[in-house]
């Protein structure tokens, strides 16, 4: 969906460097999100943000940080990459408490 | 526990046959149900949603599904496949009491001509 981006789209990085990810979206929601995928597993929740000021951890938010700059961007942090941070990290939004989420294209994170 | 359940890893179907992707939930409170489809290097896309109402819920693309509270299930239905659905399916139910949605592992869907 063109209208929530992520860059970079493919990132490949070394154990131990601090790496950024970043969502900006255009679709005016209040809600986003941070989610990891790995095969078999499905999509699982790192962080969710419901404002600027709201934060919140999910599922598997050890060895990861994030910031809310603005409504619009969302952004995730490795402080510290290790190879099992290795996947694909779709950011999402959505306008509602239950509502459908978009997602952007995905980063395809490799850590050697 | 809260949780969504997809049996199949992989549904062959044989292009122009009717495909059955299969889903069940575990979770507390009123479900609110989600289909997402996912082509290769593409992101999540939105299918169908069941809030409440009326158990075959219409979709994108001609997908449909069917809510049965009794089986706890939400069954991806197309009633003939094109090769073009081939794609990883995703199954996702909101969980109030987490304030989160819950993915199901996946399904890849192939279509055979």
């Known amino acids: 969906d063109a209208d929530v981006t992520q860059t970079p789209r493919n990132r490949i990085t070394k154990t131990g460097k601090r790496i950024m990810l970043e969502c900006s979206q255009t679709?005016?929601?209040?809600?986003m999100y941070w989610y990891r995928q790995d095969p078999g597993l499905g999509l699982r929740l790192i962080y969710y943000?419901?404002?600027?000021?709201?934060?919140n951890k999910g599922e598997i938010s050890d060895g990861y940080s994030v910031s809310r700059q603005a409504q619009a961007k969302f952004s995730l942090s490795l402080e510290s990459a290790i190879p099992n941070q290795t996947a694909l990290y779709f950011c999402?939004?959505?306008?509602?408490?239950?509502?459908?989420?978009?997602f952007g294209p995905g980063t395809r994170l490799t850590v050697l | 526990a809260q949780s969504v359940a997809q049996p199949e890893d992989q549904v062959n179907v044989a292009e122009g046959n009717p495909l059955t992707v299969k889903c069940t939930y575990s979770?507390?409170?009123?479900?609110?149900l989600f289909w997402y489809v996912q082509y290769p290097n593409r992101g999540l896309q939105f299918l169908l949603k069941?809030?409440?109402?009326?158990?075959l819920v219409k979709g994108s693309y001609g997908f449909e599904a069917e809510f049965n509270k009794s089986q706890t299930s939400f069954h991806l239905k197309k009633p003939s496949a094109l090769v073009s659905d081939s794609a990883l399916y995703f199954c996702a139910a909101f969980s109030g009491g987490y304030n989160k949605l819950i993915f199901g592992a996946g399904t890849r869907l192939a279509v055979h001509p």
């Open positions: 679709k005016g929601h209040d809600r």
């Open positions: 943000s419901f404002d600027v000021k709201d934060i």
């Open positions: 999402a939004t959505s306008d509602l408490r239950v509502d459908t989420q978009y």
């Open positions: 979770v507390s409170g009123n479900p609110y």
């Open positions: 069941y809030i409440t109402g009326d158990n």
